[in-house]
């Protein structure tokens, strides 16, 4: 005989599981998370750096603008003797491209999701400082175009148009690692 209060679990689970306002996580029209606008702040990791590496100037931000875009702002490290190191912004991207066929009747396609990469190149430091330019996904955000471009719909008599016209940034990572180091001296990532 199963005890009366394991019942009242189960029903429990089994009811909000079941809910409108339950969400799954591979919902076709839905994302499971979205990268808001704004600024998002990183920090020094000095273990990550030669010794005696410090944040001379400038501020360790990006930002997401209204376009879902990301910009990651310069800054320089002093104290890092001859080291070179590579700053990097990889941020994804995602879109419900909706078929709509010559009757009306709309099938939403899966999410596809694309990649912006932008990198530095390597950074070589001057009189041990280390001037990191500012990188952004810029021209590289993709478009509603490029997502409709690589939807397959049932049959080409389909219409492709992304639903809402909308593009959501799933996630975006920027570091910035030294040679001979394999943890990032800075690292933001938001999703």
Same mark, same amino acid.
């Given at each position: 005989?199963? &005890?009366?209060?394991? #019942? %009242? !679990?189960?029903?429990?689970?089994?009811?909000?599981? %079941?809910?409108?306002?339950?969400?799954?996580?591979?919902?076709?029209?839905? /994302?499971?998370? !979205? !990268?808001?606008?704004? &600024?998002?702040? @990183?920090?020094?990791?000095?273990?990550?750096?030669?010794?005696?590496?410090?944040?001379?100037?400038?501020? #360790?931000? %990006?930002? =997401?603008?209204?376009?879902?875009g990301v910009t990651c702002s310069g800054y320089q490290i002093n104290g890092i003797g001859n080291t070179n190191a590579t700053a990097s912004l990889n941020a994804s991207y995602s879109a419900t491209v909706d078929c709509t066929?010559?009757?009306?009747?709309? !099938? &939403?396609?899966?999410?596809?999701?694309?990649?912006?990469?932008? +990198?530095?190149?390597?950074?070589? &430091?001057?009189?041990?400082?280390?001037?990191?330019?500012? #990188?952004?996904? @810029?021209?590289?955000?993709?478009?509603? @175009?490029?997502?409709?471009?690589?939807?397959? %719909?049932?049959?080409?008599?389909?219409?492709? +148009?992304?639903?809402?016209?909308?593009?959501?940034?799933? +996630?975006?990572?920027?570091?910035?690692?030294?040679?001979?180091?394999?943890? /990032?001296? =800075? +690292? #933001?990532?938001?999703?």
């Open positions: 005989m199963r &005890p009366k209060h394991l #019942i %009242c !679990v189960t029903v429990l689970a089994l009811a909000a599981a %079941c809910s409108d306002t339950a969400t799954s996580p591979t919902s076709v029209d839905r /994302p499971q998370f !979205v !990268v808001a606008t704004g &600024p998002y702040p @990183g920090t020094l990791n000095t273990g990550a750096v030669p010794a005696g590496g410090h944040l001379q100037s400038g501020n #360790i931000l %990006c930002t =997401v603008n209204s376009s879902f066929n010559n009757g009306g009747k709309l !099938v &939403p396609v899966k999410s596809t999701v694309q990649n912006a990469t932008v +990198s530095s190149g390597q950074l070589a &430091p001057k009189n041990g400082a280390l001037a990191v330019p500012s #990188i952004s996904t @810029g021209g590289q955000t993709p478009t509603s @175009g490029q997502f409709i471009a690589n939807a397959t %719909c049932p049959n080409g008599n389909w219409t492709k +148009s992304v639903e809402g016209g909308s593009i959501t940034l799933e +996630s975006f990572t920027y570091t910035l690692t030294f040679v001979g180091f394999t943890t /990032p001296a =800075v +690292s #933001i990532s938001a999703s």
